[in-house]
């Protein structure tokens, strides 16, 4: 069974930083792109980020481009965000997908239940 | 970047009927567009892919169709459990922008 479990999700002040993690199970990681999507209280979906299967290769939505990176490592099945210069704007439940491919241009067909940022002081 | 329009923003309609929301994309994206549910306080779930391929363990009564810049996802008989947000979504490249979501609610 395909299991993601985000963490590092918290109260942070603007200006300040994060690292969010997503533990992956069930499937061969280092086979699959991931991504992260997040949603504020109340809005839509915004897509975040993607991450190659391989991790040579990174995308970002212009809103957070600079300030956030994402990573991988395969010895721990672990997919990161890195979120640095947080602003109220980024205040959000962060969800990890997985994507059905690995190069980051398929549909997300797994979610985690994600983990809450919120970014004030 | 492509931009993605659905409409209607929401809709209310009786159990049986047959709802259709539509999905538009400011240039061309072929069939790469997705359909996703996410139902009050749940975590989003694929429905539909390559716009008319249905996810396994999705009911039939859901279908997809469209290709370029016009989607359209139709529900041929409303449930309540499909009360829901549906989102659409590009993925030939990034970004992977979502629509902003239609809400369907039973009237």
């Known amino acids: 069974e395909v299991q993601l479990v985000e963490s590092g999700g918290g109260l942070v002040h603007p200006g300040g930083s994060l690292r969010l993690s997503c533990a992956a199970s069930?499937?061969?990681?280092?086979?699959?792109?991931m991504n992260w999507v997040r949603q504020a209280p109340g809005k839509g979906l915004e897509w975040v980020s993607s991450?190659?299967?391989?991790?040579?290769?990174?995308y970002y939505a212009d809103s957070v481009e600079g300030r956030l990176t994402i990573s991988r490592d395969k010895s721990k099945n672990t997919l990161y965000l890195q979120l640095n210069s947080l602003r109220a704007e980024d205040t959000a439940v962060y969800y990890c997908?997985?994507?059905?491919?690995?190069?980051?241009?398929?549909?997300?067909?797994?979610w985690g239940q994600g983990t809450l940022v919120t970014v004030s002081s | 970047d492509i931009q993605m329009t659905q409409s209607p923003s929401s809709l209310s309609a009786s159990v049986g009927d047959r709802v259709t929301i539509g999905c538009r994309a400011s240039?061309?994206?072929?069939?790469?567009l997705a359909w996703y549910q996410q139902k009050p306080g749940r975590v989003p779930k694929l429905l539909i892919y390559?716009?008319?391929t249905l996810q396994s363990g999705v009911p039939s009564r859901f279908s997809g169709s469209g290709s370029g810049t016009d989607f359209t996802l139709t529900i041929s008989s409303l449930q309540p459990e499909d009360v829901a947000i549906y989102y659409c979504?590009?993925?030939?490249?990034?970004?992977?922008?979502f629509g902003q979501g239609t809400k369907v609610e039973i009237k």
């Open positions: 997908a997985k994507d059905t491919g690995p190069y980051g241009d398929g549909p997300l067909d797994y």
């Open positions: 069930g499937f061969t990681f280092s086979s699959y792109a």
């Open positions: 991450i190659s299967a391989s991790g040579g290769s990174t």
């Open positions: 240039q061309g994206i072929s069939n790469y």
């Open positions: 390559a716009a008319s």
């Open positions: 979504q590009k993925y030939n490249s990034a970004p992977l922008t």
